[in-house]
């Protein structure tokens, strides 16, 4: 049964005068309780995976349940989580609150709007939007921003193909000055990333008032704050930036914050969260979106980076069903027993515990169970860890809790206890924009080179003119494969990587190269989420995955 949230915040020494109470069962932390001290003593656990089949492979599901397992084990233990965007709560992945037994609650609430993060900094980013228009309507104080370089779009929390590409200010003077301009989802907002990276009011602020919106007509840079824009963008963000605090059906705290996808954005959740929860519990299972070489690679170059912080141990999520498709068999008969398809596809999870290894880090491979696995292929996959030194685990956390994630979790005790703190990042700040995209391209994703298009060298010639080529990347591709491509499955070696554009995020601090036919606005599936979702007469939701 669902617990008062004063009564989950007192497992975390937190007293109810320092909550800001949502309700019976969700509150926003104090950041005021951020201890430099705890954090170097506490445990920080990443949970990633291999690259997942479409419908996922439940890495949300699997952190819950190892939070829960740790509880059981006798340790303090919280979950730090991402909120979730309505785009893939409507459309085909459904909610991210994890599944069966290892679940954060209320699920529907958290799902829904949650405590209003995802409205306040969408606002935030199309309030910025609604003053660069202003900005070219202006007869007075006007600073002369050249409208055919404007990069800030405007940005929906829906999957909405339509808005991809559109003009605004058609209808003539009154209705301002026409533009080509495009919609991103909410998720890859910078403001989002902003949100994510800052570490205080006034960092929060200065980080908007970095953003970098065009140019006027005579070549001059214009930012954020010379519209003065960012105080007010600040003042939305003020209770979006205290993280949230819910818990697991086990009574686990379980703390949310933020929400960028893996593929479009960095993938975490915020610094604030992450840092809250090493001061307030010992050990804190964080997880990063999608496979390791997206959420995992951001995690470790960009969060940790730019926050002081290093895992103690990485799980990294395998599910028998995504070898089997990695390895070539379809989608429809990934429950039937084929264990050539399950060796073929262990060379994507060979990949991934590569790159885990080159960033000094030891994994655990925790196989996330399904009712259809079989057996003799688990055992199989055990034995194909156990050939390469990697420890390998079954967690059966959707149908048993904590309780079915408690050999997993004691691993990974183990693990964290073992493993020195050893910063290795795959590039240096340093190093030029080209070398740094060569460097995860090459070295992560396995490729053999790497093109810019025609659009990315004008973009590197931008970047390198505004002083910012010394910024770290976040790669924007497809999450189905190692590659750029996403129909080339398992381990592709020596393919040529495409980098189509390059966007500037100077606010968030990172540069993001964005490859193949990835887009950062997505569209519904033929048949969403939404059409299954619905409300009864007393306000329960059902449908809700």
């Known amino acids: 049964m669902i617990r008062p949230i004063i009564d989950i915040a007192g497992r975390l020494d937190l007293s109810a005068d320092e909550l800001e109470l949502h309700g019976r069962f969700k509150a926003k932390l104090p950041l005021a309780r951020i201890d430099s001290e705890r954090i170097a003593r506490a445990k920080l656990i990443l949970v990633s995976a291999i690259t997942p089949t479409p419908a996922g492979e439940g890495k949300t599901t699997t952190a819950i349940g190892l939070a829960d397992g740790l509880s059981l084990l006798g340790h303090r233990a919280a979950v730090v989580l991402r909120e979730p965007s309505l785009g893939p709560v409507f459309g085909m992945k459904g909610g991210a609150t994890g599944g069966g037994r290892a679940r954060v609650v209320p699920h529907a609430d958290i799902n829904l709007h949650f405590n209003g993060d995802f409205a306040a900094i969408e606002k935030a980013h199309n309030l910025l939007a609604a003053l660069v228009d202003n900005q070219l309507q202006k007869k007075n104080n006007n600073i002369g921003l050249d409208p055919l370089t404007i990069r800030w779009k405007r940005v929906c929390d829906m999957n909405d193909r339509a808005l991809r590409r559109i003009v605004v200010g058609l209808g003539g003077r ?3 000055v026409p533009r080509e301009t495009s919609f991103d989802i909410t998720a890859a907002s910078e403001v989002m990333a902003i949100l994510c990276f800052a570490q205080s009011r006034h960092d929060l602020r200065e980080r908007l008032g970095g953003i970098f919106v065009g140019f006027t007509h005579d070549k001059r840079p214009v930012y954020a704050r010379d519209l003065k824009a960012h105080g007010a963008m600040a003042a939305l963000l003020k209770d979006a930036i205290f993280p949230n605090l819910v818990q697991t059906l086990e009574g686990t705290p379980a703390i949310i914050h933020g929400g960028p996808f893996g593929n479009i954005a960095q993938g975490t959740n915020s610094v604030l969260a992450t840092k809250l929860g090493l001061s307030l519990a ?3 299972v964080t997880e990063a979106g999608f496979g390791f070489d997206l959420g995992g690679e951001k995690f470790l170059n960009l969060k940790c980076r730019a926050a002081g912080l290093w895992p103690d141990a990485l799980a990294l999520v395998a599910t028998i069903r995504a070898l089997k498709y990695q390895g070539g068999a379809p989608l429809k008969e990934l429950t039937a027993p084929n264990g050539d398809a399950l060796r073929r596809g262990f060379a994507n999870l060979d990949k991934h515990l590569e790159n885990a290894r080159d960033f000094g880090l030891a994994p655990v491979v925790v196989i996330n169970r399904f009712p259809s696995d079989d057996a003799q292929e688990m055992t199989l996959l055990v034995q194909l860890c156990a050939e390469q030194g990697t420890p390998c685990v079954a967690c059966n956390e959707f149908e048993q809790g904590g309780e079915g994630a408690r050999e997993a979790a004691a691993a990974i005790v183990v693990a964290a206890n073992r ?13 030029s924009v080209e070398e740094k995209i060569s460097a995860v391209a090459t070295r992560i994703y396995g490729a053999g080179c790497v093109e810019f298009a025609a659009k990315a060298r ?3 010639k931008v970047i390198a003119d505004l002083g910012l080529s010394g910024l770290p990347i976040c790669m924007a591709k497809t999450q189905y494969s190692l590659s750029d491509n996403p129909v080339l499955l398992g381990r592709p ?3 040529v990587f495409t980098v189509r554009e390059i966007e500037i ?4 601090g990172y540069l993001v190269p964005i490859s193949g036919e990835i887009l950062r606005m997505p569209g519904l599936p033929e048949v969403p989420a939404a059409e299954h979702i619905d409300i009864d007469d007393d306000g329960n ?4 995955t």
């Open 174 to 176: 009154g209705y301002g």
């Open 282 to 284: 010992d050990y804190v």
């Open 419 to 431: 493993q020195p703190r050893l910063p290795q990042f795959t590039y240096e700040l340093g190093q």
């Open 458 to 460: 004008t973009d590197l």
């Open 493 to 495: 070696r020596d393919f």
């Open 505 to 508: 995020a100077a606010g968030a």
């Open 541 to 544: 939701i059902t449908g809700l």
